[in-house]
T-cell receptor
Framework: EAGVAQSPRYKIIEKRQSVAFWCNPI?????LYWYQQILGQGPKLLIQ????????DSQLPKDRFSAERLKGVDSTLKIQPAKLEDSAVYLC?????????????FGPGTRLLVL | GENVEQHPSTLSVQEGDSAVIKCTYS??????FPWYKQELGKRPQLIID?????GEKKDQRIAVTLNKTAKHFSLHITETQPEDSAVYFC??????????FGAGTRLFVKA
């Protein structure tokens, strides 16, 4: 079974620039999550999709962050414009929510450095 | 708001000793509690989980206990080995279906 794929793996940009991250979840997984993990901290949920609908985006800074999952499979997360404090690893995860199966499978992450 | 607190932030043990990491959660409707292990530069990986209708679960050297009344759950690792060295995160799935992670515990196992 292929895992969660993310790209790019690394990105360096200057503040005020834009950046986009891509995630392909495990086939058949209806739920997709984007997390921000700042160095030394636990992952913080930014947005959660169920198929192509948003379940939770309460911690997404909507003035600069946006995410979509148009066909209920792949997802993109965009930051525009980036700030220094956006430097972090952005993790995508997916799960197949059904009775007894709630494990989230994480992708390798995209490491973002904003200069 | 919803919160998960995790202690200690750093834990150093001798190889063969036990390690215990504790977490508390705020949302009494939380019903699912996974534990993830994250090695340096790697993705978090699930090592064990427990549901709110169970008090304890064990998988070889790893066990998790849950006290719903106190809103408290713990990870126990016995006979620690150097390869157990990593950052461990607890998490709680809230009544609103959101997963909240703790801040992590950096475990060092000294050979």
């Amino acid at each position: 079974e292929a895992g969660v794929a993310q790209s790019p793996r690394y990105k360096i940009i200057e503040k005020r620039q834009s950046v986009a991250f891509w995630c392909n979840p495990i086939s058949g997984h209806a739920t997709l999550y984007w997390y921000q993990q700042i160095l030394g901290q636990g992952p913080k949920l930014l947005i959660q999709f169920q198929n192509n609908g948003v379940v939770d985006d309460s911690q997404l800074p909507k003035d600069r962050f946006s995410a979509e999952r148009l066909k209920g499979v792949d997802s993109t997360l965009k930051i525009q414009p980036a700030k220094l404090e956006d430097s972090a690893v952005y993790l995508c995860a997916s799960s197949y929510p059904s009775r007894g199966e709630e494990t989230q499978y994480f992708g390798p992450g995209t490491r973002l450095l904003v200069l | 708001g919803e919160n998960v607190e995790q202690h200690p932030s750093t834990l150093s043990v001798q190889e063969g000793d036990s390690a215990v990491i504790k977490c508390t959660y705020s949302d009494s409707a939380s019903n699912y509690f996974p534990w993830y292990k994250q090695e340096l530069g790697k993705r978090p990986q699930l090592i064990i989980d427990i549901r709110s209708n169970v008090g304890e679960k064990k998988d070889q050297r790893i066990a998790v206990t849950l006290n719903k009344t106190a809103k408290h759950f713990s990870l126990h690792i016995t006979e620690t080995q150097p390869e157990d060295s990593a950052v461990y995160f607890c998490a709680a799935k809230t009544g609103g279906f959101k997963t909240i992670f703790g801040a992590g515990t950096r475990l060092f196992v000294k050979a």
